[in-house]
Protein backbone atom coordinates (compact mmCIF):
# COMPACT_ATOMS: atom_id res chain seq x y z
CA UNK A 1 0.00 0.00 0.00
CA UNK A 2 1.05 3.61 -0.57
CA UNK A 3 2.99 5.04 2.36
CA UNK A 4 2.37 8.63 3.87
CA UNK A 5 3.41 11.82 1.31
CA UNK A 6 4.43 15.10 2.44
CA UNK A 7 4.49 17.91 0.52
CA UNK A 8 6.51 20.08 -0.62
CA UNK A 9 9.49 17.99 0.30
CA UNK A 10 11.94 21.24 0.42
CA UNK A 11 11.16 24.73 0.94
CA UNK A 12 13.06 27.90 1.23
CA UNK A 13 11.22 30.73 3.13
CA UNK A 14 12.31 33.95 4.95
CA UNK A 15 12.22 35.31 7.87
CA UNK A 16 8.19 36.54 9.10
CA UNK A 17 6.57 34.73 6.47
CA UNK A 18 4.32 31.79 7.18
CA UNK A 19 4.26 28.41 5.67
CA UNK A 20 2.21 25.71 5.10
CA UNK A 21 3.11 22.01 5.22
CA UNK A 22 0.88 18.81 3.69
CA UNK A 23 0.65 14.82 5.06
CA UNK A 24 -1.35 12.43 3.63
CA UNK A 25 -1.23 9.29 5.58
CA UNK A 26 -1.71 5.75 5.04
CA UNK A 27 -5.14 4.84 4.06
CA UNK A 28 -7.42 3.94 7.01
CA UNK A 29 -4.80 5.48 9.58
CA UNK A 30 -6.30 8.39 11.30
CA UNK A 31 -3.89 9.39 13.56
CA UNK A 32 -0.84 11.62 12.19
CA UNK A 33 1.48 13.25 14.52
CA UNK A 34 4.05 16.03 13.62
CA UNK A 35 7.54 16.13 14.40
CA UNK A 36 10.59 18.88 14.35
CA UNK A 37 14.06 17.31 13.27
CA UNK A 38 17.33 19.22 13.84
CA UNK A 39 20.96 18.33 14.47
CA UNK A 40 21.23 20.16 17.93
CA UNK A 41 17.68 19.38 19.26
CA UNK A 42 17.06 15.58 17.58
CA UNK A 43 13.41 14.53 17.19
CA UNK A 44 10.80 16.60 18.88
CA UNK A 45 6.94 15.47 18.76
CA UNK A 46 4.86 18.78 18.04
CA UNK A 47 0.94 17.57 18.00
CA UNK A 48 -0.84 14.05 17.19
CA UNK A 49 -4.29 15.08 15.38
CA UNK A 50 -6.60 11.55 15.73
CA UNK A 51 -10.28 11.80 13.81
CA UNK A 52 -9.99 16.07 13.15
CA UNK A 53 -9.04 16.46 16.77
CA UNK A 54 -5.81 17.45 18.26
CA UNK A 55 -5.37 14.79 20.89
CA UNK A 56 -1.71 15.33 22.06
CA UNK A 57 0.34 18.05 21.99
CA UNK A 58 4.28 19.13 22.32
CA UNK A 59 6.07 22.32 24.13
CA UNK A 60 6.07 24.44 20.80
CA UNK A 61 4.71 28.01 20.78
CA UNK A 62 1.50 28.71 19.33
CA UNK A 63 3.25 29.86 16.08
CA UNK A 64 3.49 26.28 15.32
CA UNK A 65 -0.33 25.01 14.53
CA UNK A 66 -1.58 22.07 12.64
CA UNK A 67 -5.50 20.53 11.44
CA UNK A 68 -6.87 17.46 10.21
CA UNK A 69 -9.57 16.71 7.37
CA UNK A 70 -12.06 14.34 7.46
CA UNK A 71 -9.83 12.12 4.93
CA UNK A 72 -7.35 12.21 7.66
CA UNK A 73 -4.93 14.56 5.57
CA UNK A 74 -2.74 16.65 7.64
CA UNK A 75 -1.92 20.07 7.53
CA UNK A 76 0.88 22.01 9.60
CA UNK A 77 1.28 26.03 9.44
CA UNK A 78 3.97 27.92 11.10
CA UNK A 79 3.53 31.64 11.14
CA UNK A 80 5.84 34.61 11.88
CA UNK A 81 9.24 32.37 11.00
CA UNK A 82 12.08 32.01 12.84
CA UNK A 83 15.83 31.27 11.56
CA UNK A 84 15.60 28.64 14.26
CA UNK A 85 12.49 27.15 12.60
CA UNK A 86 14.86 25.19 10.17
CA UNK A 87 14.54 22.02 10.03
CA UNK A 88 13.12 18.57 8.80
CA UNK A 89 9.60 18.36 9.24
CA UNK A 90 8.13 14.77 9.35
CA UNK A 91 5.07 13.41 9.61
CA UNK A 92 3.83 9.86 10.94
CA UNK A 93 0.44 8.20 10.37
CA UNK A 94 -0.81 5.05 12.82
CA UNK A 95 -4.14 3.42 13.03
CA UNK A 96 -4.18 5.55 16.50
CA UNK A 97 -4.97 2.58 18.82
CA UNK A 98 -2.68 0.76 21.11
CA UNK A 99 -2.08 -2.95 20.83
CA UNK A 100 -0.77 -5.70 18.42
CA UNK A 101 2.20 -4.31 16.98
CA UNK A 102 1.57 -1.06 18.93
CA UNK A 103 0.08 1.02 16.46
CA UNK A 104 3.54 1.42 14.59
CA UNK A 105 3.81 4.74 13.41
CA UNK A 106 5.01 5.13 9.75
CA UNK A 107 6.92 8.06 9.22
CA UNK A 108 6.84 10.03 5.13
CA UNK A 109 9.96 11.33 3.83
CA UNK A 110 9.57 14.64 5.65
CA UNK A 111 9.87 18.48 4.38
CA UNK A 112 12.78 20.21 4.82
CA UNK A 113 12.29 24.05 5.53
CA UNK A 114 15.03 26.23 5.04
CA UNK A 115 14.21 29.83 6.95
CA UNK A 116 16.37 32.53 6.23
CA UNK B 1 18.53 16.47 31.37
CA UNK B 2 17.12 14.51 28.48
CA UNK B 3 14.68 12.42 28.94
CA UNK B 4 16.13 10.05 26.27
CA UNK B 5 20.12 9.96 25.96
CA UNK B 6 21.98 8.94 23.53
CA UNK B 7 25.38 9.07 22.18
CA UNK B 8 25.22 10.83 18.36
CA UNK B 9 28.68 8.92 17.03
CA UNK B 10 29.46 8.63 15.16
CA UNK B 11 30.34 4.77 15.45
CA UNK B 12 32.05 3.02 12.90
CA UNK B 13 32.98 -0.75 12.17
CA UNK B 14 33.93 -3.13 9.95
CA UNK B 15 31.45 -5.21 8.27
CA UNK B 16 30.88 -8.70 10.22
CA UNK B 17 30.66 -6.62 13.56
CA UNK B 18 28.67 -6.75 16.34
CA UNK B 19 27.18 -3.52 17.50
CA UNK B 20 26.34 -2.31 20.44
CA UNK B 21 23.97 1.02 20.25
CA UNK B 22 22.72 2.42 23.94
CA UNK B 23 20.04 4.49 25.69
CA UNK B 24 19.20 5.47 28.88
CA UNK B 25 15.81 6.99 30.31
CA UNK B 26 14.33 8.71 32.78
CA UNK B 27 10.94 9.10 33.98
CA UNK B 28 9.70 5.66 34.30
CA UNK B 29 6.36 6.64 33.64
CA UNK B 30 6.82 5.15 29.67
CA UNK B 31 6.36 1.73 28.94
CA UNK B 32 7.09 1.44 25.45
CA UNK B 33 10.30 1.41 23.95
CA UNK B 34 11.45 1.42 20.54
CA UNK B 35 14.76 1.59 18.19
CA UNK B 36 14.08 3.19 14.73
CA UNK B 37 16.49 3.69 11.73
CA UNK B 38 16.79 6.51 9.82
CA UNK B 39 18.36 6.50 6.18
CA UNK B 40 19.37 9.42 5.02
CA UNK B 41 17.21 11.90 3.33
CA UNK B 42 14.16 9.57 4.64
CA UNK B 43 12.13 9.48 7.51
CA UNK B 44 12.72 7.00 10.52
CA UNK B 45 10.89 3.61 10.07
CA UNK B 46 10.53 1.05 13.20
CA UNK B 47 12.80 -1.64 13.51
CA UNK B 48 11.73 -3.33 16.87
CA UNK B 49 9.41 -2.35 20.41
CA UNK B 50 9.32 -3.72 23.51
CA UNK B 51 7.11 -3.81 26.39
CA UNK B 52 8.99 -5.44 29.32
CA UNK B 53 12.54 -5.83 30.54
CA UNK B 54 14.15 -8.30 28.71
CA UNK B 55 15.41 -9.20 25.51
CA UNK B 56 13.71 -9.43 22.17
CA UNK B 57 15.29 -11.29 19.02
CA UNK B 58 14.49 -10.05 14.59
CA UNK B 59 16.63 -11.65 12.81
CA UNK B 60 20.27 -10.10 13.42
CA UNK B 61 18.92 -7.50 15.63
CA UNK B 62 18.09 -8.23 19.13
CA UNK B 63 16.56 -5.32 21.74
CA UNK B 64 17.64 -5.15 25.29
CA UNK B 65 15.53 -3.34 28.09
CA UNK B 66 16.95 -3.40 31.46
CA UNK B 67 14.22 -0.99 33.90
CA UNK B 68 16.10 -1.98 36.70
CA UNK B 69 18.81 0.76 35.39
CA UNK B 70 16.71 2.62 32.78
CA UNK B 71 19.24 1.03 29.61
CA UNK B 72 17.82 0.43 26.29
CA UNK B 73 20.51 -1.60 23.56
CA UNK B 74 20.32 -2.69 20.28
CA UNK B 75 22.49 -5.14 18.90
CA UNK B 76 23.25 -5.90 15.41
CA UNK B 77 25.13 -8.95 14.65
CA UNK B 78 27.22 -9.68 11.05
CA UNK B 79 26.47 -6.16 10.56
CA UNK B 80 26.55 -4.84 6.76
CA UNK B 81 27.18 -2.15 4.52
CA UNK B 82 23.68 -1.47 4.63
CA UNK B 83 22.91 -0.64 8.53
CA UNK B 84 24.79 2.05 7.82
CA UNK B 85 22.15 4.65 8.78
CA UNK B 86 20.96 6.77 11.98
CA UNK B 87 19.19 4.40 14.87
CA UNK B 88 17.32 6.42 17.02
CA UNK B 89 16.08 5.17 20.60
CA UNK B 90 12.63 5.91 21.59
CA UNK B 91 10.21 5.41 24.53
CA UNK B 92 6.42 6.27 24.30
CA UNK B 93 3.57 6.26 26.93
CA UNK B 94 1.05 3.10 27.05
CA UNK B 95 -2.01 5.74 25.66
CA UNK B 96 -3.74 6.25 23.10
CA UNK B 97 -1.87 9.01 22.09
CA UNK B 98 1.60 8.93 20.45
CA UNK B 99 3.93 11.29 22.58
CA UNK B 100 7.07 9.78 21.94
CA UNK B 101 10.43 11.17 23.27
CA UNK B 102 13.43 10.13 21.03
CA UNK B 103 17.19 10.05 21.69
CA UNK B 104 19.59 11.96 19.78
CA UNK B 105 20.69 9.32 17.30
CA UNK B 106 23.76 7.30 16.57
CA UNK B 107 24.98 7.29 13.67
CA UNK B 108 27.08 4.20 12.42
CA UNK B 109 28.96 3.32 9.39
CA UNK B 110 29.51 -0.50 8.56
CA UNK B 111 32.44 -0.47 5.86
CA UNK B 112 33.09 -2.97 3.80
Known amino acids: KAGVTQTPRYLIKTRGQQVTLSCSPISGHRSVSWYQQTPGQGLQFLFE???????NKGNFPGRFSGRQFSNSRSEMNVSTLELGDSALYLC???????????????FGPGTRLTVL | QKEVEQDPGPLSVPEGAIVSLNCTYSNSAFQYFMWYRQYSRKGPELLMY????GNKEDGRFTAQVDKSSKYISLFIRDSQPSDSATYLCAKSPYTGGFKTIFGAGTRLFVKA
Open chain 2, 50 to 53: TYSS
Open chain 1, 49 to 55: YFSETQR
Open chain 1, 92 to 106: ASSLGVAGGRFGEQF
